[in-house]
């Protein structure tokens, strides 16, 4: 069934290009272990180009371990493939090339480098395209985030926590991924930042980025998502329509307790962060 990987697949001008894969990742009984933990435990999901997915659980529950492994971080027995491929003997270098992109939980930017420096590595893995396919890249995401414009000689280090996700989303943009991992962008944020954020999300999914958001925001994170699986001490314990499970406040308060009761965030306003421009 699996078809080989066109090299080229990703090198469009748009961020999803290849329609013969509906299926764009599917994980099956995926298990992650950090020597006696099993932090995952029989995980398997799926979903469509296009769609935006969300992994919602408390803490500890084994989100961002499950992340690290569908980018290849970490060890894990199961399976992945991604547009109908088995990715499972890829490292991480060539996960990013097929195109998928993790933006971390802890950002990870290099802060003492500037903004616009931090974008420029995200093309890394597609700098043989050249200086042209790096500019045009950079003009999409400054379109996207103003902010990092105005900032782009600012060293990393000294922007706001919410100018921080930007850039971490930003320099993941850079490379024109097709499938976005996403790991708890609203983690740490006031709350006027955190809709920024959502609202970000949500331009992408419009703009046809397929995207795995992995939140502790269960509200606003099925208010933006397709489908959604609810994790628990390593296991998938629910899965469903966003908007069913939104619905469902004894299933939501029974697996996700407090997270689950953080009111649902406005998504009209802006501080300018956010600002969708269409390309
Ligand atoms: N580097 C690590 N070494 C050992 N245990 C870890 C490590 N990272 C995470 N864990 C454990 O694995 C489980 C899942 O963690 P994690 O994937 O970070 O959860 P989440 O992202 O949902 O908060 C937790 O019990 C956590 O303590
Ligand atoms: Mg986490």
């Known amino acids: 069934m699996s078809t080989a990987f066109p090299a080229i697949a990703q090198e469009g001008t748009g961020f999803n290009v ?5 299926e764009l990742l599917k994980v099956e009984q995926l298990h992650v272990a ?15 180009r296009g769609q935006v997915l969300t992994v919602i659980g408390r803490n500890g529950a084994g989100k961002s371990t499950l992340l690290q492994a569908l980018i290849g971080l970490l060890a894990y027995r199961g399976s992945i ?49 050249g200086a042209a396919d790096r500019f045009s890249s950079l003009q999409e995401v400054y379109r996207r985030f103003p902010r990092l414009e105005e900032r782009k000689q600012q060293l990393a280090g000294t922007l706001s926590g919410g100018e921080r996700q ?20 609203s ?26 958001l992995v939140e502790q925001n269960a509200r606003a994170a099925l208010h933006v998502a397709d489908y959604a699986y609810v994790m ?43 600002r969708w421009v269409p390309g």
């Open 18 to 22: 290849n329609p013969e894969h509906d």
């Open 34 to 48: 950090y020597g006696e933990v099993e932090a995952v435990q029989e995980v398997s999901l799926s979903m469509r």
């Open 81 to 129: 493939s991604f547009e109908g491929r088995s990715i499972d003997s890829a490292d991480v270098e060539s996960r990013v090339r097929f195109g998928m992109n993790l933006v971390p939980e802890k950002r990870e930017l290099f802060v003492s480098m500037s903004v616009e420096d931090n974008l420029i590595l995200g093309a890394f893995h597609r700098r043989r395209l």
């Open 166 to 185: 930007m850039l971490a989303m930003g320099r993941a943009l850079m490379g024109r991924p097709k499938l976005l991992l996403l790991d708890e962008p």
């Open 187 to 212: 983690l740490g944020l006031a709350p006027r930042v955190v809709a920024d954020v959502f609202r970000v999300i949500r331009d992408l999914k419009q703009a046809g980025v397929s995207i795995l």
């Open 232 to 274: 628990e001490t390593g296991r998938v314990v629910l899965k469903g329509e966003a908007k069913q499970l939104l619905k469902d406040q004894r299933l939501m308060q029974s697996y996700l307790g407090a997270a689950a009761s953080i009111t649902s965030i406005g998504l009209a306003s802006s501080n300018g962060m956010g």
